[in-house]
């Protein structure tokens, strides 16, 4: 089972499976969030540049957390300075597809059989997302501790190197078939199984759409980032630096408070940033406006309209804490789409 061809108006038309996701994240280890608003002071404690995004070990990752409650700074717009959630760039992205545009979406994984694991699954599964393709396995649940500035700026440490994950040979043609689009972000430790995916995805005629992550990683894996755009394999890319633009059919970068820059072939649009955005928390900004312009890109529309509806997105995630849009911060997304002029989504539910 995958697609069948319709004939509409003399047209042909791909009709899918409603069972098969549309579009599917990759993200090979599932990821819990502890995000909490901190003063500067804690920066001063931890391995790395402040404002990226670093590995740390288990034991780093208990001490910061350990630190947090000395550290958390109260805000009378959110009664919670501190949330755990599940993350992740992938899965962030996905659940926004899924739970604000109503956009059938599967995620590809494993997590662990902890309290970690069990809480990814059921976030997700409760966001909509199609949770069939995640492995189960014996093993802890990778974690991560957001710190989030009194600007809005985020810090974030993973601890992944214990964590189960899926592997490259782990993948099947099941996992794919059917699907359009398979969303991606680069990591050097996952290289293995970010090409492994992508092989058996274009084997089955789906698209790649890969996140440029961090700078850091950008910085430091320049090689075999640059030896994978090269491929040709890579549809889109999101970038929030202008690297990658030349190289791809598709690339998106994000430029912060001043919107972003996106290339299509030949087609160069910039669109600013929503100017009603109130920033508590930049988590999951990109992932967001991804979210958004996919759900452009599958529904047809121009690629000024996708970085519109991007915009929109993405400045909804950053008026709570954390990478999860609240209720209310939906309903905000939609009246902002509306007063572009642009159509809103078809909810599931």
Not at 296 to 311: D, F, P, T, Y
């Amino acid at each position: 089972m995958g697609a069948e061809t319709l004939l509409k108006n003399g047209e042909a038309r791909v009709q899918l499976d409603p069972k098969v996701p549309l579009i599917l994240g990759l993200q090979p280890a599932a990821l819990i969030d502890h995000v909490a608003r901190v003063d500067g002071s804690l920066f001063d404690q931890i391995p790395g540049e402040r404002g990226g995004s670093i590995p740390v070990a288990m034991e780093e990752l208990e001490h910061i957390l350990s630190e947090l409650k000395r550290h958390v700074l109260a805000s009378a717009d959110d009664s919670s300075p501190m949330k755990t959630m599940a993350g992740g760039s992938v899965a962030n992205t996905i659940r926004g597809l899924s739970s604000g545009f109503g956009v059938n979406c599967g995620m590809i994984g494993a997590y662990g059989d902890d309290e970690q694991g069990q809480l990814f699954a059921c976030n997700m599964n409760t966001s909509g997302v199609n949770v069939s393709r995640l492995r189960k396995k014996k093993g802890p649940t990778a974690q991560c501790v957001c710190l989030v500035d009194a600007f809005g700026n985020r810090t974030m440490r993973p601890c992944l190197a214990t964590a189960v994950k899926v592997q490259g040979d782990e993948l099947t043609k099941g996992d794919f078939s059917g699907s359009k689009w398979l969303v991606m972000r680069f990591g050097a430790f996952n290289l293995e199984v970010i090409q492994a995916a992508i092989r058996i995805a274009k084997q089955q005629g789906v698209s790649v759409s890969l996140d440029l992550a961090s700078f850091e990683m950008v910085r430091n894996f320049r090689v075999p980032l640059q030896q994978l755009l090269e491929s040709g394999d890579i549809d889109l890319c999101f970038a929030n630096e202008d690297e990658a633009t030349e190289l791809l059919r598709w690339a998106v970068v994000t430029l912060g408070s001043n919107g972003c820059i996106a290339k299509h072939g030949e087609e160069v649009v910039q669109v600013p940033a929503i100017g009603e955005a109130k920033a508590v928390d930049a988590t999951g900004a990109g992932d967001l406006f991804a979210s958004g312009f996919l759900y452009g890109l599958v529904n047809g529309l121009s690629l000024e309209e996708c970085c519109k509806v991007g915009s929109c997105s993405g400045g909804s995630v950053i008026r709570s804490l954390g990478g999860e849009v609240t209720p209310e911060n939906w309903q905000w997304m939609y009246k902002q789409m509306q007063r572009k002029g642009l159509s809103l989504p078809d909810i599931r539910n």
